[in-house]
T-cell receptor, first 116, second 116 residues
Framework: EAGVVQSPRYKIIEKKQPVAFWCNPISGHNTLYWYRQNLGQGPELLIRYENEEAVDDSQLPKDRFSAERLKGVDSTLKIQPAELGDSAVYLC??????????????FGEGSRLTVL | AQSVTQLDSQVPVFEEAPVELRCNYSSSVSVYLFWYVQYPNQGLQLLLK??????LVKGINGFEAEFNKSQTSFHLRKPSVHISDTAEYFCAVSEFDGGATNKLIFGTGTLLAVQP
């Protein structure tokens, strides 16, 4: 069974440029998460989807970040324009519905963003 | 609000020695507790979890953890480590308040550095 797939693995851009990350969750997982992991820190939740609906986006900087999951399967996270402080690893994760293995998230390998 | 504290940012240990990685949490409601492991340039992988029942839980690769409600701790242990255990270990908590939230809050991580 394929795991969570993310692309690109690495991205280097100049500040003020846009960037997008793509995630395909494990088949059958209705819940999808985007986390940001700064160097030396634990992951921090940016947004959580239940199918197509963003149920928790309280930590998403909405002035420059946007996300979508149009068909309830794969998802895209966009940053426009990028700032130096956005350099981090962006992790996508998926899980079964709440109550079915509560809390077990399956993570992708992440997309490492470097903003110059 | 819930939080997770991992006091040790790095734990050096010799191969075949025992190790304990400490984790404390704070929450006003019941919690689920998790340990995730992150190998270099990889995503996070679930090591073990406590949902209910026995307070001693066993995970993959010979790791175990004990939930101590009175001390609000969930320390991770292994009786004999291998070089291959060198990785970043993250403790995480999600609240259960009538229904699981599946919103994981991570600690800042502990780097386990196993030396020959």
């Amino acid at each position: 069974e394929a795991g969570v797939v993310q692309s690109p693995r690495y991205k280097i851009i100049e500040k003020k440029q846009p960037v997008a990350f793509w995630c395909n969750p494990i088949s059958g997982h209705n819940t999808l998460y985007w986390y940001r992991q700064n160097l030396g820190q634990g992951p921090e939740l940016l947004i959580r989807y239940e199918n197509e609906e963003a149920v928790d986006d309280s930590q998403l900087p909405k002035d420059r970040f946007s996300a979508e999951r149009l068909k309830g399967v794969d998802s895209t996270l966009k940053i426009q324009p990028a700032e130096l402080g956005d350099s981090a690893v962006y992790l996508c994760a998926s899980s079964l519905d709440i109550g079915q293995g509560a809390g077990e998230l399956f993570f992708g390998e992440g997309s490492r963003l470097t903003v110059l | 609000a819930q939080s997770v504290t991992q006091l040790d940012s790095q734990v050096p240990v010799f191969e075949e020695a025992p190790v304990e990685l400490r984790c404390n949490y704070s929450s006003s409601v019941s919690v689920y507790l998790f340990w995730y492991v992150q190998y270099p340039n990889q995503g996070l992988q679930l090591l073990l979890k406590y949902l209910s029942g026995s307070t001693l839980v066993k995970g993959i690769n010979g790791f175990e953890a004990e939930f101590n409600k009175s001390q609000t701790s969930f320390h991770l242990r292994k009786p004999s480590v291998h070089i291959s255990d060198t990785a970043e270990y993250f403790c995480a908590v999600s609240e259960f308040d009538g229904g699981a939230t599946n919103k994981l809050i991570f600690g800042t991580g502990t780097l386990l550095a196993v030396q020959p």
